[in-house]
């Protein structure tokens, strides 16, 4: 289950303040189920294979917030022999269930999340554009494991890549505190997943924060970034109080 918490800040002026944002358990894992539900009589847990291209991990290592289809989906002759990317249905029982009950109990709410960019028109798409359930992936796994080339034909897998729906991709971005990719529209059900803390656990004097960079304790990039967070964070608390969550 979960054992985590994220913080949502609010900038006063003088001070920056903490309040705890703690996932209810039991109501995100009925949440998943349900919307997962649909998705997997129809599909299952993907796998990407590849003997050429990571573009998932390079697309984790970038943090970058989509793929495109095309590059999920490559053909070629750029190696001197046919190379490849594709997604597949990974048709391990064993991994299929370790793998959703994991995601079911909170075990992968650090892991990234892709949206999946599909163009309107390419004529070097493949004939069966639809292969994706949907249009958001969660990988579970942040790394290709590298197969002996001579061995196999093809030497880069990634297993665990669960297709979700785009509300488990906005919950996805509340869960790992990417508050800069939460989607503020009609996503209220999903903040009340969530409980709040109604007095500030963390409270930190700006003046105190700004002399830790002028003294070189935190660096620059630190700094702004971390400013940065207070706002994005800031703009989910808004919503959290207008709604009395």
């Not at 075990?107 to 493949?126: H, I, M, T």
């Not at 990634?158 to 297709?163: D, L, R, T, V």
């Not at 960079?213 to 207008?242: E, F, M, P, T, W």
Request: charged letters at 25%; a negative charge.
């Amino acid at each position: 289950m979960y054992y985590y918490y994220n913080y949502l800040f609010e900038d006063t002026g003088d001070k920056i303040l903490g309040y705890v944002m703690s996932p209810k358990d039991n109501d995100i894992k009925e949440f998943k189920v349900r919307e997962l539900e649909s998705i997997l009589n129809n599909s299952g847990i993907l796998k990407a294979v590849s003997n050429c291209s990571t573009i998932l991990q390079d697309a984790i290592e970038k943090d970058d917030e989509s793929v495109s289809y095309y590059s999920l989906f490559e053909e070629g002759d750029g190696w001197g022999d046919r190379s490849f990317h594709t997604i597949e249905l990974d048709e391990d029982i064993n991994r299929y269930k370790t793998t959703l009950d994991n995601y079911y109990n909170g075990e992968y709410y650090k892991c990234p999340s892709l949206k999946v960019r599909k163009r309107s028109f390419n004529k070097y798409l493949p004939t069966d554009y639809q292969i994706l359930p949907t249009d958001y992936l969660l990988l579970t796994e942040g790394k290709y494991t590298q197969i002996d080339y001579f061995n196999m034909p093809t030497n880069y897998k990634m297993h665990g890549i669960i297709p979700i729906t785009e509300p488990l991709y906005n919950l996805q971005q509340l869960e790992n505190g990417r508050f800069d990719r939460f989607d503020f529209n009609n996503n209220v059900e999903l903040l009340q997943l969530f409980s709040y803390g109604n007095e500030p656990n963390v409270i930190i004097s700006k003046r105190e924060f700004k002399d830790l960079l002028h003294c070189d304790l935190i660096q620059q990039d630190a700094y702004d970034g971390a400013i940065k967070k207070v706002n994005q964070s800031q703009k989910v608390l808004k919503l959290v109080r207008n709604n009395n969550l």
